[in-house]
T-cell receptor
Framework: AQTVTQSQPEMSVQEAETVTLSCTYDTSESDYYLFWYKQPPSRQMILVIR??????QNATENRFSVNFQKAAKSFSLKISDSQLGDAAMYFCAYRGMYSGGGADGLTFGKGTHLIIQP | DAGITQSPRYKITETGRQVTLMCHQTWSHSYMFWYRQDLGHGLRLIYYSAAADITDKGEVPDGYVVSRSKTENFPLTLESATRSQTSVYFC??????????FGEGSRLTVL
């Protein structure tokens, strides 16, 4: 079974600085998707960024970018120019491309609580 | 507006009562999912559905029942609620590019 590990339960960063959230995963599959979701205090789950494993280029979305290291099974999220609105829980998630069954959903890490210091 | 909606947003019930959480999506996505979110556990899959009348168990299905008579609806029923089912429940549907779109969550408290 696939597992996703977020080793940092909580991170703190000064406003306007850069922070990197770590995520590692375990899988025997070669094709899969990886995601970062943000959950602010409103509880809504918001997709931040996605990465297909077959793409070597790291995904970027404005101030958010990933460092995808397939061989190391690592998928970290970098947030540049941190803003107060970035404060939230961040979840890393995995989905196999051909897994089928329950793996058609996502396997989530336990989350990292990001605090933005003004 | 298109999207995925859950009801009720908040529910308090007593042990042994039946509770149904509703989920409705307007995208006509084939796949739908129910997750529960608990501190220290992240999100865990309860049940999922690949299409109308096709459902299957996820990681933590015990104590829950689902149905899907129409593509757009995917209700989750707790037939006899227990305190361990106190949680936040999220319904989601899967888009064409693999990501999940989530409802706003339903916070359930079982006394």
């Amino acid at each position: 079974a696939q597992t996703v590990t977020q080793s940092q339960p909580e991170m703190s960063v000064q406003e306007a600085e850069t922070v990197t959230l770590s995520c590692t995963y375990d899988t025997s599959e070669s094709d899969y998707y990886l995601f970062w979701y943000k959950q602010p205090p409103s509880r809504q789950m918001i997709l931040v960024i996605r990465q297909e494993a077959y793409k070597q280029q790291n995904a970027t979305e404005n101030r958010f970018s990933v460092n995808f290291q397939k061989a190391a099974k690592s998928f970290s999220l970098k947030i540049s120019d941190s803003q107060l609105g970035d404060a939230a829980m961040y979840f890393c998630a995995y989905r196999g491309m051909y897994s089928g069954g329950g793996a058609d959903g996502l396997t989530f890490g336990k989350g990292t609580h990001l605090i933005i210091q003004p | 507006d298109a999207g995925i909606t859950q009801s009720p947003r908040y529910k308090i019930t007593e042990t042994g009562r039946q509770v149904t959480l509703m989920c409705h999506q307007t995208w006509s996505h084939s796949y739908m999912f129910w997750y529960r979110q608990d501190l220290g556990h992240g999100l865990r899959l309860i049940y999922y559905s690949a299409a109308a009348d096709i459902t299957d168990k996820g990681e933590v299905p015990d104590g829950y029942v689902v149905s899907r008579s129409k593509t757009e609806n995917f209700p989750l029923t707790l037939e006899s609620a227990t305190r361990s089912q106190t949680s936040v429940y999220f319904c989601a549907s899967r888009g064409n590019t693999g990501e999940l779109f989530f409802g706003e969550g339903s916070r359930l408290t079982v006394l």
